[in-house]
């Protein structure tokens, strides 16, 4: 479960991640989110998430969506995990971020965060890429007032530090 989380001066918020596993150490930036807990929602892991990786309260009524879904591998150092991502939309007043909420984990991995532009995003270095990779068209369907493509499917993909999986032969 992600979150789009846009301020009133259209800018998304991204955190910047890494494989600490590696050398040289490999960064991205994702939006909040993370796993849907036993017995939760996906608007209750929305809503947690939010709170303790931003320290946002939000109600369920102010989380829009979902926007979109994708099924995605990622492949670590460390493991290979498959996720069912589903997108909500918050649109809220800009604040500072909070990260006293984050786990010791991410308080490991997750450096710094920043609040994109559309035009950053578009201009995305290599480098350090955003996931998901096609963050710009997902942002095109959750600001559309058409809502009727709403959940866009995002199909399956990969976002990995190391390949999760053998080139095919």
């Known amino acids: 479960m992600r979150v789009l989380l846009m301020d009133d001066q259209e800018r998304l918020l991204l955190f910047r991640d890494s494989d600490l ?14 796993g ?12 947690r998430e939010l709170r303790e990786e931003t320290g946002l309260e939000v109600t369920a009524a102010e989380l829009v969506g979902p926007v979109g879904r994708r099924t995605v591998v990622h492949g670590y150092s460390d493991q290979v995990t498959t996720q069912h991502d589903v997108f909500w ?7 500072d971020v909070s990260t006293a909420g984050h786990t010791v984990e991410e308080q490991a991995t997750m450096s710094e965060h920043h609040w994109w532009t559309r035009a950053e995003l578009e201009s995305v270095d290599p480098a350090e890429p955003v996931w ?13 007032p058409d809502r009727s493509a709403w959940p866009v499917d995002l199909g399956q993909c990969e976002e990995s ?3 999760a999986a053998p080139p095919a032969s």
Do not use: K, M, N, Y
């Open 36 to 47: 849907v807990g036993s017995g939760e929602s996906d608007v209750t892991a929305a809503l």
């Open 89 to 95: 939309l918050v649109t809220v007043p800009a604040f």
């Open 132 to 144: 998901p990779v096609d963050i710009v068209r997902l942002l095109e369907v959750a600001q559309s």
């Open 21 to 34: 596993g590696l050398t040289p150490v490999p960064h991205w930036w994702i939006t909040p989110g993370g």
């Open 161 to 163: 530090t190391v390949p």
